[in-house]
């Protein structure tokens, strides 16, 4: 059965630092490129970051890009976002989801962990 | 403001049918990217509904269908249930921005 399960959110300061973490289960972990996608309150879907399988290449939304870097440790079957310098419009619900190896979607996701950023 | 342009709401009563459309351009659907489906519940996740253009996951029911031509992409319901009540996303590949690209959203009500 294919689990991921997101932790680390909470409430944080403008300009602070947050990481947050994913662990997977129920797949090989080190086959798939993993995403972080994220969903302020009451608004849609944003993709975040993605990882391949083996770590070497990440990419990022131009919103985070220079802040957030996307990680994995392949022999803990866990993803991390670490995420610096935080602000409002940082604010929502992450949500870290497999990636397909066929083209290009996501499934499963996890069940999300909230970030708030405010002081 | 999203890439991907979908209604934000339909409706329709028990057992009609509804279509959510999701219009692209020549860099995203137009290109040739696949297009893929999710179905928000209330305070759930995302989870896939419909993968490259037209198919189910295994579990989905046969009522959910998609459809993919030129710039845009569709997604049906057929034969609405009370159960179909959630925000559906569209979400694609854009090659110029070298990003994935979500849908605006569209909640559907079951009247």
């Known amino acids: 059965q294919l689990h991921l399960v997101e932790s680390g959110g909470g409430v944080v300061q403008p300009g602070r630092s947050l990481r947050l973490s994913c662990a997977a289960s129920g797949f090989t972990f080190s086959d798939y490129a993993m995403h972080w996608v994220r969903q302020a309150p009451g608004k849609g879907l944003e993709w975040v970051a993605a990882?391949?399988?083996?770590?070497?290449?990440?990419y990022y939304a131009d919103s985070v890009k220079g802040r957030f870097t996307i990680s994995r440790d392949n022999s803990k079957n866990t993803l991390y976002l670490q995420m610096n310098s935080l602000t409002g419009e940082d604010t929502a619900v992450y949500y870290c989801?497999?990636?397909?190896?066929?083209?290009?979607?996501?499934?499963?996701w996890g069940q999300g962990t909230l970030v708030t950023v405010s002081s | 403001q999203s890439v991907l342009t979908q209604p934000p709401s339909v409706s329709g009563a028990p057992g009609q049918r509804v279509t959510i459309s999701c219009s692209g351009s020549s860099s995203n659907i137009g290109a040739g990217n696949d297009v893929h489906w999710y179905q928000q519940l209330p305070g759930t996740a995302p989870k896939l509904l419909m993968y490259g253009n037209k198919y189910r996951p295994s579990g989905v029911p046969d009522r959910f269908s998609g459809s993919k031509s030129g710039t845009s992409a569709s997604l049906a319901i057929t034969g609405l249930q009370a159960e179909d009540e959630a925000d559906y996303y569209c979400?694609?590949?854009?090659?110029?921005?070298?990003?994935?690209?979500f849908g605006s959203g569209t909640k559907v009500t079951v009247l």
């Open positions: 989801a497999r990636g397909s190896q066929v083209s290009r979607w996501f499934d499963p």
């Open positions: 990882i391949w399988f083996d770590g070497r290449n990440e």
């Open positions: 979400q694609s590949f854009d090659s110029s921005l070298n990003t994935y690209v």
